[in-house]
Structures are given as structure tokens and as C-alpha cells.
């Protein structure tokens, strides 16, 4: 099933970056006529600005369907729900945890227990609501009485999330906790060397922070996220 839509998908970005060079040609030809611009929806605009970068782009929706009652590692079997994410398609910030807990597994949504209630308190701290950031993780399926994810696990899931984040093409990162901020950079460094400065991930910044179920058991750390998302603050807010 995967290679005849892959093999589908080349072919079609290959016929639509063909016409939006003709276009463009055409575009450039009614300029020189002395033409301003054209008439066109907000819609049409985007749609335009994905084809400009000459491939198929996909959005969250596609990636969800591709996804769909996923198998793909063994987390399958204990989970209830996959918990693929949430929140703006055009985020500026994607937040990503580890992976779903126990309320997350049952509501399908992901921070919806104690440390996302704290996590929905530290956002609105920096005055931004869950709505206009977009919330995910590492990994989308609860493992079982929430021990940490496995290698295999990790490696499934992961292209998922890679494909979330190019769709959402967000300015900022904040990595939450070990899991995230190591697999997303690719080290072994802790997250008490790796917070407090930003990082990049293609190109995004990417800042690490402690996870908010650590600071339950931890409030003693809470004075260095509070600088972190400060920091994030700062630099959100100037963009
Ligand atoms: N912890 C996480 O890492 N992610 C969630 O979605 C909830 C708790
Ligand atoms: N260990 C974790 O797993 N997360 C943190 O945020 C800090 C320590």
C-alpha cells in the first residue's frame, strides 16, 4: 500500500511543481503587462505557498490518517487511545512531552492530567493558552503502567512526529523533559545541561525545559522553568 502512494505522491509533486513554474511564468508575463496582483482567498494563498516549495506538503490531517489505529509497535495492544496531539495546525510553538499517561490514554488528548493541568498553568504564565500552541510526544500510545518508551517504540513513532512538526513549520520548540529534548537532539547530555539555552532542530529553535510531572516531584526545580519559559517568552513574543 505504502510504495504505489509514495511512487504517486513523487509523480504528482513532480506535475504540480510543472505547473507552478508555468504559473509563476505567467504570473511574471502579466506583471510585465503592469497587472498589480491577483484576486485570491486566504485558502488559495496557502495552498500556493505549499506548492512554492515545490513538493506535496502534508497537514496534520493526512498525517493522522496515515497514522490511523496504528500497529506499528507493540504499545498497541494496552493502549485505548492513540494520542496524536492537539491544538494549532499553525502553531509558532509545539510543546512535546514523552508519551500519554493514564488520562491521556483514556481522553485520547494529550496533558490532560496533573502535569498537564500544571503545564496549562506554566503556559498561561508566559500568556498563551493551549489553543494557540499545539501539544504532543515523543511517542503517541501509552506504555503499559507508563514505564519509559522503548528503542523500537521510540523508532516507530518518531517519523510521526518529524512529519507533524514540518507540517506545523512552528518558530520554537520547548522539548519537556529527558525524553524529548534528548531524542529531538539526538544526545545523551541530561536535561539539567541542556535547558536553559536554546538548541536547534531543523532549523527550529528549540528550547528544553524540566517535564511538568518532574516538577510535581520536584518543586524545587520550578525556578528554572520559570526562567526557561521566560526566555521562550522573550523571543516569542519578538517574532
Ligand atoms: N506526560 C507526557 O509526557 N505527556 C502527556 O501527554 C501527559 C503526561
Ligand atoms: N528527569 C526527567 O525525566 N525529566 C525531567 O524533566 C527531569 C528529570
Known sequence: M??????????????????????????R??????YKGVAMSDESVRILERWGKGFL????????????ECRRCKLYKGRRHVVFGEGNPRAKLVLVGEGP????????????????????????????TRQEVYIC????????????PEPDEIAACTPFLRRQIRAIRPKFICALGTFAAQTLLETNTPISNLRGRFHTYEDILLLPTYHPAFLLRN???KRDVWMDVQMLQEAYEKT
Open 137 to 148: 510526544n515523543i511517542i503517541k500510545c501509552r506504555p503499559p503502567g507508563n514505564r519509559d
Open 219 to 221: 518543586p524545587g526545580k
Open 57 to 68: 506538503a502534508e497537514d496534520l490531517e493526512m498525517i493522522r490518517n496515515d497514522l490511523g
Open 101 to 128: 499517561g493514564y488520562e491521556e490514554d483514556i481522553q485520547g488528548s494529550p496533558f490532560v492530567g496533573q502535569a498537564g493541568q500544571l503545564l496549562t498553568r506554566i503556559l498561561k504564565s508566559i500568556n498563551l
Open 29 to 34: 508575463y502579466i506583471k510585465g503587462l503592469g
Open 2 to 27: 505504502t510504495q504505489p502512494v509514495q511512487a504517486f505522491n513523487n509523480r504528482f509533486s513532480q506535475l504540480l511543481s510543472e505547473i507552478t513554474d508555468d504559473l509563476g511564468g505567467y504570473l
